[in-house]
């Protein structure tokens, strides 16, 4: 049973360009977390998604990013026009239908950086 | 505000020996769930030990127990006869029973001396 897949592991944007990162959760789990990483800190809450919506996307900037969880594939956070603060690790965490208080588990997180 | 407070950024402990990690949250909710995520340098975090908040006794997994002091406000890690591959980050957490929204510390790196 594979775990949370992120893909990709390393991704190197110049000032401007798109990042898109992509997380496939467990198989069963239909809630999936995004989490961003900056040096030498916590991880901070983006986004909460399940199955084709968004149901917390208070800690995400307004603009610029976007976060999806379509019907079929990956979760997808979107990245546009990124700047050098967006330099971070992105990780991705999945967890079953509960209410809350359960294991999250997470994938190995994607590091972008931005020349 | 929710927050969680790891004081320690570092730490280290000699191999075979025991080290504590300390954490204090804040929070005006009485029914919650404490965790420690380990990060090792492979960066995938993992579960190490949970706590539910309506439980007085404290969680054990192995070497790992926690010693959680509720009116404190404090969860901390107790590693017992450290290994090498304990050398990792170790994140605190919690998260209010019914939500869904973990808040996370901002870590201890822990290395484990030969």
């Known amino acids: 049973n594979a775990g949370v897949m992120q893909n990709p592991r390393h991704l190197v944007r110049r000032r401007g360009q798109e990042a898109r990162l992509r997380c496939s959760p467990m198989k069963g789990h239909s809630h999936v977390y995004w989490y961003r990483q900056l040096p030498e800190e916590g991880l901070k809450f983006m986004v909460y998604?399940?199955?084709?919506?968004?149901?917390?996307e208070s800690g995400m900037p307004k603009e610029r990013f976007s976060a999806e969880f379509p019907k079929e594939g990956p979760s997808i956070l979107r990245i546009q026009q990124v700047v050098r603060g967006d330099s971070a690790a992105y990780f991705c965490a999945s967890s079953p239908p509960s209410r809350g208080g359960g294991e999250l588990f997470f994938g190995e997180g994607s590091r972008l950086t931005v020349l | 505000a929710q927050t969680v407070t790891q004081s320690q950024p570092e730490m280290s402990v000699q191999e075979a020996e025991t080290v504590t990690l300390s954490c204090t949250y804040d929070?005006?909710?009485?029914?919650?769930?404490l965790f420690w995520y380990k990060q090792p340098p492979s960066r995938q975090m993992i579960l190490v030990i949970r706590q539910e908040a309506y439980k007085q006794q404290n969680a054990t997994e192995n070497r790992f127990s926690v010693n959680f002091q509720k009116a404190a406000k404090s969860f901390s890690l107790k590693i017992s006869d450290s290994q090498l591959g304990d050398t990792a980050m170790y994140f605190c957490a919690f998260i209010h029973s019914g939500t869904y929204k973990y808040i996370f510390g901002t870590g201890t790196r822990l290395k484990v001396l030969a």
């Open positions: 998604l399940q199955k084709e919506n968004i149901i917390d």
């Open positions: 929070t005006s909710e009485s029914n919650y769930y």
